[in-house]
């Protein structure tokens, strides 16, 4: 891939400005934000569609797309939930394709609730004649399986590196949720980062490389 840009820090605006860029009147883009956990992504993605605002843009995050608690025990993976054999890459992957090509037509799509652990069937929509779509998640730029073609479904993609405070942020995260610190920081260290050497990889498929934490 040529010309990969490295920002560091870049304010809300710069980026806002940036997306804004992509939109093309009567065409629906999207754009993909990937990083490792607790990197930042769910943040980025809410705050540029609420500074470009619900007329031009909207959110759809992959989490959508976790497979039940109960198939996970069924196929032995519950204690790493999170991993991307743990997601509907497929069905994720037919709903970009189908935002993608519907422009003109209102798409509704899964939300996760990390309360109750569950996925929300038609939680978020897309709705009709908004041209740019902000696609959230670890996997987005994964060069493996039937993640592998996403890349080729987004029309730009930013990776969000993260600063060292993302292990701490995302320990806390989980203990805000409900586990205990030291499940927290064990759940952390043994899954989270396990994805996340996972994800390091798919940095060199990104247009724009995010250095430390955005100033939203
Ligand atoms: N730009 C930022 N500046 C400072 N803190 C931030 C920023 N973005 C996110 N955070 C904090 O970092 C933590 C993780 O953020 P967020 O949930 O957006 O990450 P994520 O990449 O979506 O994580 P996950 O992969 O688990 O969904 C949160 O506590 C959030 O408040
Ligand atoms: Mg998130």
């Known amino acids: 891939m040529t010309g990969q840009e490295t920002l560091t820090e870049p304010t809300l605006t710069a980026l806002a400005h940036r997306a804004l860029g992509l939109v093309t009147s009567?065409?629906?883009?999207?754009?993909g934000i990937a990083g490792p956990p607790g990197s930042g992504k769910s943040t980025l993605a809410e705050a540029i569609c609420a500074a470009l605002?619900?007329?031009t843009a909207a959110l759809v995050p992959m989490d959508g797309f976790h497979l039940s608690n109960g198939e996970l025990v069924r196929i032995g993976l519950r204690d790493r939930k999170g991993a991307p054999e743990t997601f509907?890459?497929?069905?994720?992957v037919a709903m970009l394709r189908h935002v993608r090509a519907s422009f003109n037509e209102r798409v509704l799509v899964p939300s996760f609730d990390r309360?109750?652990?569950a996925v929300v069937p038609g939680a978020i929509e897309v709705p009709a004649g908004v041209p740019l779509v902000v696609a959230e998640g670890n996997y987005l730029l994964l060069d493996e399986g039937p993640w592998a073609v996403i890349r080729e479904i987004l029309d730009e993609a930013w990776y969000l590196r993260a600063?060292?405070?993302?292990?701490?942020?995302?320990?806390?995260?989980?203990?805000?949720?409900?586990k205990p610190p030291g499940p927290a920081r064990d759940?952390?260290?043994?899954?989270d980062e396990a994805n996340a050497a996972r994800i390091a990889p798919s940095e060199a498929r990104a247009d724009v490389?995010?250095?430390g934490m955005p100033r939203l």
């Open 26 to 31: 009567g065409q629906r883009r999207i754009l």
């Open 115 to 117: 309360d109750a652990e």
């Open 187 to 191: 759940w952390v260290l043994r899954s």
């Open 88 to 92: 509907d890459a497929d069905g994720y």
């Open 53 to 55: 605002g619900p007329a």
């Open 163 to 178: 600063d060292a405070g993302r292990v701490p942020r995302l320990i806390a995260r989980h203990v805000a949720f409900g």
């Open 209 to 211: 490389v995010i250095e």
